[in-house]
């Protein structure tokens, strides 16, 4: 029987874990959580942060296994492309997928290729409000602002500023520092509304084509 490593086992990953065991795969579940409902339905447990990209590598080599899936997991999408590069198995490019994971790299993309995006400036963990502002004023940014991590996700850590106010930068810069794994935060203009709803997607892509 094959082995499939997930990384997450959530309320809304657990549909994952019953999928791949309907396939007849062996499922090896990581989650940091001592309370994920996945684990009592994946066939082993180990309780780890999916984060860690060693521990996920070491995991996967001890059990064997034939794939790796951060499903409806922002944070583990480079750590599953991370741990299937190392084991050549069938992945998205790890480069890619920091991209796509990693706010400032995304907004570097967008920019270099002329799609349109907010301006925005990477921010250093450790930055103090003045640095920021400073910031700011040089880039010729329009309030409101943001400021969050770059590596979190779900609008953890997320903070919006209308006003030059030191205390609110200082507050924000200390709020996103504390979700962020990787030390970088983006500063980024907030674009507001012109429309009463949002409208988005997720695609599933096979050899160049969305299926």
Not at 40 to 64: H, N, P, R
């Amino acid at each position: 029987m094959s082995s499939i490593l997930l990384l997450g086992g959530s309320k809304q990953q657990v549909v994952a874990i019953e999928a791949a065991k309907r396939l007849g795969y062996r499922t090896v579940l990581c989650d940091y959580l001592p309370d994920n409902p996945g684990q009592y339905v994946a066939d082993v447990f180990y309780q780890q942060s999916t984060t860690d990209k060693q521990k996920m590598l070491e995991i996967a080599q001890l059990e064997g296994v034939s794939g790796v899936l951060a499903y409806s997991s922002d944070p583990a999408a480079t750590t599953a492309a991370y741990v299937a590069e190392r084991l050549g198995l069938p992945t998205n490019p790890l480069k890619s997928v920091e991209v796509l994971s990693e706010k400032h790299l995304f907004r570097k993309y967008l920019a270099g290729h002329g799609f349109p995006c907010p301006k925005s400036v990477p921010v250093a963990v450790g930055a103090s409000a003045d640095e920021v502002l400073g910031v700011l004023l040089g880039e010729e940014m329009s309030f409101p602002v943001v400021i969050k991590p770059t590596d979190s996700s779900g609008s953890k850590g997320v903070s919006i500023i209308d006003a030059p106010d030191i205390e609110k930068f200082a507050r924000a810069l200390k709020t996103a520092a504390g979700f962020s794994r990787n030390e970088v935060l983006i500063l980024e203009e907030y674009i507001e509304y012109g429309f009463p709803r949002v409208i988005g997607g997720d695609v599933f892509v096979v050899d160049g084509e969305v299926r």
